[in-house]
């Protein structure tokens, strides 16, 4: 998937259940004085390493508006999990009433949520835990055998490569972006969160984003702790010291430093967030754990 091709397109889900999955591409017009419409089709799901039935479904354009909208309805559609990480692909033209065929694209991209609730996270309606390394720590490592370790990779600067190897064997990312990489960034199921790089207005646009935000707490002037004041936060990243402190708006990733910049076997990382749970398990309840390298300061 070429993340150029995807620039001003949104693909997000509408109901997903047991029965089928309704997808929705969306984009602006091009221009108000001619019609445009969608045309194309999903095709999956596909597997790494497993053998499926892709079946192909068209795409219907749902008319005039102030965007292009079309939905694909997947019978019995197959969840993105990183126990099956099912991918599906998108092909889809823009086409003019004149019949001219104005954009082209080409998506692979996957059915998966990640939301909220409380103090907690869910994937696809299942609460889960994550425990986060680094991605200065994967450079020498399988991410077979990060999955393996049911561990997730937390990416400052997450390139093509990455995005599309995790989305393709089932490795959970939360990775630090702009508000203006959302849409692009939703396209990718492994995908989970995203921590705001200098956002700090109340009011962020961040239209049918499916992934939760993140925000990352750095003591003030007066070492206040977060609250909800900061409407668009769901969740926030906070040094495990503070496990204790009140009135911690949830859900919280806490996140500790490892006192080694050498390279660290998954399983000691593991640990690091396994020791995290324990210590909030007096205080705060962690929502996730974040090991972090000693030469990193808290995820900015």
Partial sequence: MSLDSCQNLQIFLGRVSDV???????TDRPDHSTTYSWTGSIEGPY??????LPAKVPFRDLGPGATVLAESVIPDGCIWTPDCPAMYEITLELVSGAGEQVRRVQ???GVQTFGVSKSS????????????VHECWIDHCSLYDVRDERLWIYSELPGK?????TSRLGVPLIVRATTEQLDELALWPSVCAVVLAGAENDRLDTGQNRLPLLANWEPDSDSRLPTNSTSWADGWIVPIEHCGAE????????SDNLDSAQQQPLQQLRGLCDAMQTRSAKGRRGAGF???PSSAISPP
């Fill in 47 to 52: 597997i790494d390493g497993a053998h499926t």
């Fill in 290 to 292: 974040l090991a972090l």
């Fill in 121 to 132: 996270f869910y994937m696809n309606s299942n609460r889960i835990v994550p425990r986060l």
């Fill in 20 to 26: 089928e999955t309704q997808v929705y591409v969306q």
């Fill in 247 to 254: 009135h911690l708006p949830g859900p919280v990733i806490f």
């Fill in 161 to 165: 490569s990455l995005l599309d190897e």
């Fill in 107 to 109: 998506v692979r991209t």
